[in-house]
């Protein structure tokens, strides 16, 4: 979470944590003064340490993140959070995508992965 908060304020926007964890549906709060006006994003956040197991057991390409709400049911985070935010640990790769493109798993690919300084377009 404080590497995307850290790539947020590196882009131009303010980042705020909600008060309360997990209740919000969002990780982090960005705003910012724009010639459109005053924005803001919810963004959720999502991490891996390394790409996913494939079929014979090695480390694949691609990396999995489970992109669903609470402990017991899974659901989709739907208008608790304007972005999903996946970050790759390992290789410093960053996904930003609508929770309506997500399903409760997300499986993405480093070639489809963004530079940090993308941020500033979310």
């Known amino acids: 979470?404080?590497?995307?908060?850290?790539?947020?304020?590196?882009?131009?926007?303010?980042?705020?944590?909600?008060?309360?964890?997990?209740g919000s549906g969002y990780d982090l709060l960005a705003h910012r003064q724009s010639d459109k006006g005053q924005e803001y994003r919810r963004i959720q956040v999502k991490t891996?340490?390394?790409?996913?197991?494939?079929?014979?057991?090695n480390r694949g390409p691609g990396y999995k993140f489970s992109s669903a709400r609470g402990k017991d049911?899974?659901?989709p985070y739907g208008n608790d959070c304007d972005l999903i935010a996946f970050?790759?640990?390992d290789k410093d790769l960053l996904w930003v995508l609508p929770p309506k493109k997500?399903?409760?798993?997300?499986n993405v690919q480093p070639k489809n992965s963004?530079?940090?300084?993308?941020?500033s377009e979310i």
Do not use: Q
């Open 73 to 75: 049911v899974k659901m």
């Open 102 to 106: 997500v399903g409760r798993t997300a």
């Open 114 to 119: 963004i530079p940090w300084a993308a941020l």
């Open 1 to 22: 979470m404080a590497k995307v908060a850290a790539g947020l304020l590196t882009t131009g926007w303010h980042v705020a944590w909600p008060m309360e964890d997990g």
């Open 48 to 57: 891996a340490l390394a790409p996913r197991l494939n079929r014979s057991g």
């Open 87 to 89: 970050v790759a640990l």
